[in-house]
């Protein structure tokens, strides 16, 4: 395996500071089914797509047969998340949403001064009894530990090139272990049985002493299932997702009513009709992709802003506007405008791109059927 990262979602290290600061500094602790709900409304912002931290779709009654969990114990969760601000439902377009505190503003990374700093969270978590085993055991605990160690493998993998997951480690003393889970050493490795349906556990200093087993350290090796291979070698997807987020903004501006699917038709109706042309054009004298970034950002921004004009001269001509297929509109938009915009595109650039991609391929350059 190439280099690695976790196929999860972000959870942001300001959200679980404040969980830690209810913990140390009221009488009122964080629930296991507390962080629980959480990680469902995280999972669930990642499937609708959605920096902002409006949920529209969830439903929190669909999560107890999938977790395993009651759902009288989700529901004291949700409660304990309104009680302490972590969530607040709203109307907006006349419809009923769920919003997470902060969240836009952590997911702002433009702003001055604002560092994004996550772990992330892998989706197999969601096929494992891990998180149904400490909501029986009333164990909270357990999840900050589970937490942690994501977080500490994300930085892992973000700090290294390629290597193989088995080189990838984290290590915990049994002490420490003992303080941080509130446990006999006992309990402890009850709860390192829980985390082994995500984790190859290996302990260190192992003896035993009559009836008695002492362990000095134990080293979590992340599962397959948690990873993938981070595969994006034209270094678009951080920037797809930044233009998804403007997206985002447009249209919640325009109040067009749009599912997590209709995003999503958007963004692959980009990639395939301006980003794939545009692959190869990389800046010569330090072989990076600075202009066709910014040459990206531009056409992407522009086209939004044209698509706003043309809606809202709808609007005023005609008093309403209607998009049957919003994927398919704003294809059709991508394709027109993008035919006429890469004409901007200075021409050495546009020749080394299709020689480039010729040179990798061994077939006709995309540029070559547009220009």
Known sequence: MGKIKIDGFRMHQHILDEFRYIKDQSFDKPTASAYVVYLTMLKQMHIENNPRGILKEYNLSYWPKKLDISYTSLYGGKK??????????????????????????????????????????PHALFDTNILAEFVRTSNPEGIELLLSLFNQFRTSMSNRGMISLDKLKQSRKMSTLKKKLNKKAKDVRKVLEILEALFDIEFEGLSYRKEQVWIKKINFSLKPECVIEDTDE???????????????????????????????????????????????????????YKYRDKWLRSFFLNTLDSVVEHIQREKERLGHFKIYTIGGFFRKVFRKQFKNAIKDIPYEYIHDAKIREFQITGSKPLLSTII
């Open 80 to 121: 304990f998340l309104e009680k302490y601000h972590f969530v607040k439902e709203e109307i907006q377009n006349d419809l009923p949403v769920l919003v997470l505190k902060d969240v836009e503003k952590l997911n702002t990374p433009e702003r001055e001064g604002v560092k994004l700093n996550y772990l992330l969270v």
């Open 234 to 288: 034209f270094e678009v997807n951080r920037l797809l997702a930044q233009f998804s987020q403007e997206l985002t903004y447009r249209l919640d501006e325009l109040q067009i009513k749009y599912k997590a699917r209709d995003k999503k038709d958007i963004m692959i109706a980009f990639k395939q009709e301006v980003v794939s042309f545009l692959y190869h054009l990389i800046d010569e004298d330090d072989n990076s």
